[in-house]
Nanobody, 132 residues
Framework: EVQLVQTGGGSLQAGGSLQLACRISGMTYASVCVTWFRQRFGDERERVASIGTTGTTRYADPVKGRFTVSADNPKVAVYLQMDNLIPEDSGMYYC??????????????????????????WGQGTQVTVAS
């Protein structure tokens, strides 16, 4: 059984930094993609950043240059370093993972983040609140 456990998050002032962690167990696929999403109250889940098994990373435009997704092994743990946070970054953050399918890889090759519908396995979510 694949399980994702998220840690990190919290409340802070604009301009600060936070690191989220997503620890994964039970993943048996050889190639995977891990993606961070966020959801603000009343909004749809928004793509934030992705990392593939090969180390390929992709970022949504609003976070480029401020967020960094990393992993020693994307099948074990993935991190989202968030710097220079702004109030618009507030929301519930989720990590998700699944086998790196042809469709997912196509998104990455096009410089895109795969959609939420591509992922079966999800973390429990962690709240980030950035005050102005």
């Amino acid at each position: 059984e694949v399980q994702l456990v998220q840690t990190g998050g919290g409340s802070l002032q604009a301009g600060g930094s936070l690191q989220l962690a997503c620890r994964i167990s039970g993943m048996t696929y050889a190639s995977v993609c891990v993606t961070w999403f966020r959801q603000r109250f009343g909004d749809e889940r928004e793509r934030v950043a992705s990392i593939g098994t090969t180390g390929t990373t992709r970022y949504a435009d609003p976070v480029k240059g401020r967020f960094t997704v990393s992993a020693d092994n994307p099948k074990v743990a993935v991190y989202l370093q968030m710097d220079n946070l702004i109030p618009e970054d507030s929301g519930m953050y989720y990590c998700a993972t699944d086998r790196l399918t042809i469709g997912m890889n196509r998104h990455l090759e096009l410089g895109q983040i795969p959609p939420a519908t591509a992922f079966e396995f999800w973390g429990q979510g962690t709240q980030v609140t950035v005050a102005s």
